[in-house]
């Protein structure tokens, strides 16, 4: 999975199509990542304090990793992300596109 945490992907299908957000949370394992301000479902709470009110709160769900891509500064979209090994030997993933460095 090429999205990590605080990553800034862009929605690439469904009904947050073109929503830019932060990756609040990524699971590799089920391909899995939580988008700040997408994918918004009601939650019903029930009060678990004495004082406390239930309700409904909005919060974001899980969506497939394959629905987004990582948003490229310099080319202002989300796009395609390819791997280069630097001189020290680190992997980092380069926009396809403009070859511009993700990782530091
Ligand atoms: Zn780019």
Redesign the pocket.
Do not use: A, I, N
């Given at each position: 999975m090429q999205i990590r945490t605080n990553d800034t992907v862009v929605v690439i299908t469904g009904k947050s199509r073109g929503a830019k957000g932060k990756v609040l949370s990524a699971s590799p394992k089920a391909g899995k990542v939580v988008v700040e301000n997408v994918n918004m479902v009601h939650k019903h709470m029930k009060p678990r304090q004495q004082g406390m009110q239930g309700g409904v709160i909005e919060r974001e769900a899980a969506m497939d990793a394959s629905n987004v891509m990582l948003y490229?500064p310099?080319?202002d979209k989300g796009?395609r992300v390819g791997y280069k090994v630097l001189e020290n030997n680190k992997k980092v993933r380069v926009?396809k596109?403009?070859?511009?460095t993700f990782d530091e």
């Open positions: 490229c310099k080319c796009v926009c596109k403009c070859g511009t």
